[in-house]
């Protein structure tokens, strides 16, 4: 059961209030026009296990049976669209939320995974962020013969160490004293991945988000895979909350998937569907304030 919302919930209602203020030509109603067409285009990050990825021609994750579970809660079809990862949030909202892309992708209805962050919010002002639904955080792992998994990470100098390239696990174990684990790093195309290699051993220990780690380990019980019950000293990033986004003429259709979510939340849906991946539910921060 989530926590009260008084204040999020007085946040949402200034962004109705804005709203009541625009031209009525900005003030579409795409939730209309989406129940008209019977169809809730979706945007997911392709590549992102356990949240969103390419299951042999069918996307698979946490955020695809989000997505199926609130199109048809509005009697609508999903049709779920995978997309990859931009240089930077901006690019990824500018191609799936509010113009498209270059290429011809065509923006989406909405857009799961998406940092709730104020900052954010005040820089995007093309979009409109709702319904955070998670706390993510960091962890890390030690294969079955790794050893001490609660050590501070130095102690595994001269062993092969695993993160994703270009992260902020890659930037941490980069620096991490000095710079000791630097020859050590093995870089994989994502976090997943980088704790799916403590299941052969090619990599000893690993850091990568919580739920890449519990998934990893659902996916493979019989691997022994070690999880660092404590907190990675000196990591840079404390954790941050998901939820969704969708254009700035879209608010009507945010604002009911939100009610959505929250119903999903409250019902113990949510819980579920993580579950179901193997991953532990976690209420995002902002909906508890």
Same mark, same amino acid.
């Given at each position: 059961m ?12 200034g ?10 030509t900005?003030?579409? +109603?795409p ?8 169809v809730l ?5 392709t590549?992102n296990r356990p949240?969103s990825w ?15 579970a609130?199109a048809?809660?509005l009697?609508?079809?999903?049709d ?6 931009d ?7 500018r $191609?799936?939320?509010w113009?498209?892309?270059l290429?011809?992708?065509q923006?989406?209805d ?9 900052q954010?919010m005040?820089?995007?002002d093309?979009?409109?962020f709702?319904a ?6 960091f962890?890390?792992a030690c294969s079955a013969?790794g050893g001490?998994?609660?050590?501070n990470?130095v ?10 390239? +270009?992260s902020?696990?890659d930037?941490y174990l980069?620096?991490?004293a000095g710079?000791?684990?630097a020859?050590?790093?093995?870089h994989?195309p $994502?976090?997943?991945?980088?704790a799916?290699t403590?299941?052969d051993?090619s990599a000893?220990?690993?850091?990568a988000?919580t739920?890449?780690i519990q +998934?990893v380990?659902a996916?493979h019980p ?7 019950k404590g907190?990675l ?10 939820g969704?986004?969708v254009?700035? $003429? ?9 009610e959505?979510?929250e119903?999903?939340i409250?019902?113990g849906q949510?819980?579920?569907?993580f579950a179901?991946?193997?991953?532990a539910?976690?209420?995002?921060l902002?909906?508890?304030a």
């Amino acid at each position: 059961m989530s926590a009260p919302r008084s204040n999020r919930r007085a946040f949402l209602a200034g962004l109705g209030a804005t709203a009541l203020a625009l031209p009525s030509t900005i003030r579409a +109603a795409p939730l209309e026009k989406v129940k008209d067409l019977g169809v809730l285009r979706v945007g997911l990050y392709t590549d992102n296990r356990p949240w969103s990825w390419d299951d042999s021609g069918k996307v698979a994750g946490i955020d695809a049976d989000i997505a199926r579970a609130l199109a048809a809660s509005l009697g609508l079809r999903a049709d779920l669209q995978l997309f990859p990862a931009d240089e930077d949030l901006s690019g990824d909202l500018r $191609n799936v939320v509010w113009r498209g892309g270059l290429l011809g992708f065509q923006p989406c209805d909405v857009m799961l995974h998406v940092p709730f962050d104020r900052q954010i919010m005040q820089a995007e002002d093309n979009c409109v962020f709702l319904a955070p639904y998670y706390r993510e955080t960091f962890g890390a792992a030690c294969s079955a013969d790794g050893g001490n998994c609660e050590a501070n990470p130095v102690s595994f100098k001269g062993r092969p160490v695993a993160a994703e390239l +270009a992260s902020i696990p890659d930037f941490y174990l980069l620096g991490h004293a000095g710079g000791a684990l630097a020859k050590d790093l093995v870089h994989l195309p $994502n976090g997943y991945a980088a704790a799916a290699t403590l299941v052969d051993g090619s990599a000893e220990f690993s850091v990568a988000t919580t739920a890449q780690i519990q +998934a990893v380990v659902a996916d493979h019980p019989a691997a022994g895979i070690k999880v660092r019950k404590g907190p990675l000293p000196l990591m840079m990033s404390a954790g941050w909350d998901i939820g969704i986004a969708v254009k700035e $003429n879209s608010r009507n259709l945010g604002f009911a998937l939100d009610e959505l979510i929250e119903k999903m939340i409250a019902g113990g849906q949510m819980k579920d569907i993580f579950a179901g991946h193997g991953v532990a539910w976690r209420p995002a921060l902002a909906s508890q304030a």
